[in-house]
C-alpha cells in the first residue's frame, strides 16, 4: 500500500452503514460486518478513496456512494456553473466559457436548484409550524413572451421566508393568445396542478388550521381545500380596486 493511502486509514474506529441493505457496522465483529475492501482513485478529481465491503449483502461502498455528487464525472464545476448562473450569464454563455456541453450545464443547474430546495426544506424545518401564510402567483416567460410560465410561491407572513416554490407553464393572455398557438401550437396550462404539488410539500411546514391569505383569483380555494382542509383563507383585493379582506372558511 502507498504511502498516501497509508494518510487514509482511520485512526479509530469508524461507525460506518451499508448503504444498500443498511447494516451498521459492529466493532466487537467489525471483520465479520463491514470492513475494508481496497481503495480507488476518483477520476473526476484524483481524490484517493478507501473502499469497504458489506459481508451480509456482498457489495462494495465508499463514503462517495452516499454522496449526492455520486457518478459526477465533472464535479469540479458545480460551483462555478452557480457562479455564473446567478450572476446572470446566459446557459449558451456559460457552457463557452468553461468550454462544456451545453446540456452539461443544464444538468449543473439543476442539480444546483434540487439542492437549494432541499436545504431550504431541512432550514424551515427548524422552525415551528406557520401559523399564517401568504401565497400568489407571479407570470414571467421563457424564451419569449409568447411562452408564458408562472411561479408559485408561499411565504410565511412574518418573517417572509420561503415555504415553497413551483413553476409551470400557462397559455398566453390577450393580444399574445393567437400569436402563441400559431406559432407553437396549444401551450399546456399547469398552474393549478402546479399550486397543488406546493401545498402538498407544506404539509410539514404548515399548521393545518394555517390562516392563507392571497388575492382573489377564482382558482385558489379550490386547490387550497384538496391539500388543507381545516385552514382559513383570506382573500385581499388587488391593488387596482379598493383595499379589504373576504375572510372564508374552507
Known amino acids: 500500500m502507498t504511502g498516501r493511502a497509508q494518510k487514509l486509514r482511520p485512526s479509530s474506529f469508524m461507525i460506518l452503514k451499508c448503504p444498500y441493505c443498511h447494516i451498521q457496522r459492529q466493532k466487537e465483529f467489525a471483520s465479520r460486518t463491514i470492513r475494508r475492501w481496497g481503495f480507488y482513485r476518483r477520476k473526476s478529481d484524483g481524490q484517493i478513496l478507501v473502499r469497504y465491503r458489506c459481508f451480509r449483502c456482498g457489495k462494495s461502498f465508499s463514503a462517495a456512494t452516499s454522496s449526492p455528487l455520486y457518478s459526477q464525472k465533472k464535479r469540479t464545476y458545480n460551483r462555478r456553473v452557480v457562479r455564473l448562473m446567478t450572476a446572470g450569464v446566459s446557459q449558451r454563455k456559460a457552457a463557452k466559457l468553461l468550454r462544456l456541453n451545453a446540456k452539461t450545464v443544464i444538468r ?58 413551483e413553476c409551470s407553464s400557462m397559455p ?22 402546479a399550486r397543488v404539488k406546493m401545498f402538498e410539500g407544506l404539509k410539514e411546514l404548515v399548521n393545518p388550521f394555517a390562516t392563507f391569505t392571497s388575492d382573489s383569483n377564482p382558482h385558489y380555494p379550490k386547490d387550497l381545500r384538496r391539500v388543507f382542509p381545516k385552514a382559513t383563507h383570506k382573500t ?10 373576504e375572510e372564508a372558511e374552507i
Open 108 to 165: 449543473k443547474f439543476r442539480f444546483a436548484g434540487a439542492l437549494a430546495r432541499e436545504e431550504n426544506r431541512r432550514w424551515n424545518l427548524q422552525f415551528p409550524l406557520s401559523e399564517k401564510v401568504q401565497f400568489d402567483d407571479m407570470e414571467t416567460f421563457e424564451h419569449t413572451k409568447l411562452k408564458p410560465i408562472s411561479i408559485t410561491l408561499a411565504v410565511e407572513e412574518e418573517s417572509r421566508r420561503i415555504l415553497g416554490i
Open 236 to 245: 385581499v383585493k388587488g391593488g387596482r380596486g379598493p383595499g379589504g379582506i
Open 172 to 193: 398566453a393572455k390577450g393580444g399574445l393568445a393567437h400569436l402563441s398557438r400559431k406559432k407553437y401550437g396549444p401551450r399546456v396550462d399547469g398552474r393549478s396542478p
